[in-house]
């Protein structure tokens, strides 16, 4: 009489319906700009990935401009939200899904030219190309303390800002569990920094500055692609 045994092989993605990717922002750039011109036109590479979104933060220092809209290689981008704005400095952020590879210009449209403004531009992989914004939020101050809490956050995004402030001598301290992508100060008129933060650390984007000041800041989670898992596999061994 023979006696079988059924292996059942990848049991944890058969209980598990997907996997999370993880989500992996870089490839920064900044371009600060002490004498900018409308609009302001910034060349970036996109790194090689997939499930890409490339991202776009703007700050300007201006009571006069505002910022209105962002194309990468010519294609529209999709505006966060509305520009945060304690006057003189504004804040704003754009994204578009499956950036074009190579190297191309990202154009950012004011509707005037402003005293100064600073971009940073970067690219995240592992995304969720179809709803690639889990949550977002802006927020404006005058301290020494910008902060804004993105409330909707999970285990798996990742959390990313810019921000401005006025009259800036030095650069923005990054909060805590956050990892700088560039900061900078122009002319000492203008401070800015953009960063990220895992989910799991709660979306509290912060920053410290060295003086009291008008500031402005935007930060979204960026949700992780989802990964199907392996079929299971029906092993028959017979003795």
């Known amino acids: 009489m023979k006696r079988f045994i059924f292996l059942l092989s990848f049991l944890p993605l058969l209980l598990a319906s997907s996997v999370w990717a993880a989500v992996v922002c870089g490839d920064a750039i900044e371009d600060a700009n002490p004498s900018p011109i409308d609009p302001e036109v910034v060349s970036y590479t996109t790194p090689a990935g997939s499930n890409q979104v490339l ?63 600073a971009i940073v531009v970067f690219t995240c992989s592992g995304v969720n190309t179809v709803a690639p914004v889990h949550d977002a939020n802006t927020a404006t101050g005058n301290n020494t303390a910008p902060t804004v809490t993105v409330a909707n956050v999970i285990a798996g995004d990742v959390v990313v800002d810019m921000m401005g402030t006025d009259i800036a001598a030095s650069d923005p ?67």
């Open 55 to 117: 991202f776009v933060g703007v700050v300007i220092r201006s009571g006069a401009a505002n910022i209105l809209s962002a194309t990468h290689a010519g294609n529209s981008m999709t505006a966060i939200a509305a520009e945060a704005f304690l006057d003189p400095i504004g804040t704003r952020m754009f994204y578009i899904v499956s950036p074009t590879s190579g190297t191309n210009d990202v154009s950012v449209d004011l509707n005037g030219v402003p005293l100064e403004d």
């Open 173 to 239: 301290t990054v909060g805590a569990n956050q990892t700088a992508f560039h900061t900078g100060f122009i002319l000492d008129d203008i401070g800015y920094g953009s960063s990220q933060q895992a989910g799991a650390d709660g979306g509290v984007m912060s920053w410290t500055t060295a003086l009291t000041q008008q500031w402005a800041i935007h930060a979204v989670a960026v949700s992780p692609a989802a990964s199907t898992g392996q079929p299971v596999s029906l092993i028959m061994l017979g003795e």
